[in-house]
């Protein structure tokens, strides 16, 4: 996959470079997901000339003193590094005028990737905040994805089936009340047809979005405690039999069983069959 940076982002917009820095960690969490699921990040040739603050460019950080700078170094160099789409360019604007907006864009990232597989890096800028960007070749019109944070490059990335469920997971779900390091993958997405997992992941997401007080007084996820037979637990000989285990409910076959420390549902195994909660 192919994945190109809209150097347009960056027109020196930051009020200072501590805001553009900011800005940058969540580009590097994001060209880092690329970088391990070996995905291309193409770059302008000039790229390392644009503007951040209206009086330095991205060059002028190298020589800079500060220490957020000097954490960030490697991978401000990285940006300047190759692959470059100038040197295998797939547009063509002698064939075709591109615009974004109504503005001519030939010659940029962004008329690049509509010719790649639509999908660019912006940094933050008020041009260029939509998930999807509309360009305009003539009478064909496109919609790049925009990827401007982490959790957004993950849904996408999965969406095209660039990374794996669990990595999707860790990266969309970070830093909310649901766990995904315990799932085991007999029972977890290796189980699921593409159509189940978008019903786990909806439901999950759903789940994200209340509060504990809600999920539990919710009658369409139906939490409650998993109470079976000592003959009939599902986690006897588990490292998890001794736990109070919790189960919601997916669909009306469908569910999730794991257990809760403090705010956070640490997720273990999914059932698609419901013999499980028959039983409890």
């Not at 060209?31 to 990040?41: C, D, E, H, M, V």
């Not at 403090?262 to 419901?274: A, N, P, T, V």
Request: glycine share 4%; net charge negative; with cysteine.
């Amino acid at each position: 996959m192919d994945v190109v940076i809209n150097e347009l982002s960056l027109s020196g917009q930051y009020p200072n470079i501590e805001t553009f820095l900011e800005n940058l960690r969540s580009i590097v969490s994001v060209t880092a997901l690329f970088k391990k699921n070996q995905i291309n990040l193409y770059k302008n040739q000039m790229f390392w000339q644009r503007d951040i603050t209206s009086d330095k460019k991205l060059l002028d950080l190298i020589s800079i003193s500060h220490p957020s700078i000097t954490l960030f170094k490697s991978h401000l160099s990285a940006l300047s590094q190759p692959p470059y789409w100038e040197i295998d360019q797939k547009h063509n604007c002698e064939e075709s005028i591109y615009t974004y907006r109504g503005n001519q864009i030939c010659d940029t990232g962004l008329a690049e990737s509509a010719q790649r597989d639509g999908i660019v890096v912006s940094f933050a800028h008020d041009d260029f905040m939509d998930n999807q960007l509309p360009i305009q070749s003539g009478t064909v019109n496109y919609l790049l994805d925009n990827l401007t944070e982490l959790k957004i490059t993950a849904k996408i990335l999965w969406t095209k089936n660039c990374i794996n469920d669990i990595d999707f997971c860790h990266y969309f779900f970070y830093d909310t009340k649901l766990c995904f390091s315990e799932l085991d993958s007999s029972y977890g997405f290796d189980t699921l047809d593409s159509t189940q997992k978008n019903e786990f992941i909806s439901s999950f997401e759903m789940f994200t979005f209340m509060d504990w007080d809600s999920i539990i007084s919710s009658d369409g996820l139906d939490y409650k405690a998993y109470k079976p037979s000592k003959k009939e637990n599902w986690f006897t000989g588990s490292l998890y039999e001794q736990k109070q285990i919790f189960k919601f409910r997916i669909t009306q076959k469908y569910r999730c069983f794991g257990y809760r420390n403090g705010d956070i549902f640490h997720i273990l195994r999914f059932e698609i069959d419901h013999k499980i909660s028959d039983k409890g």
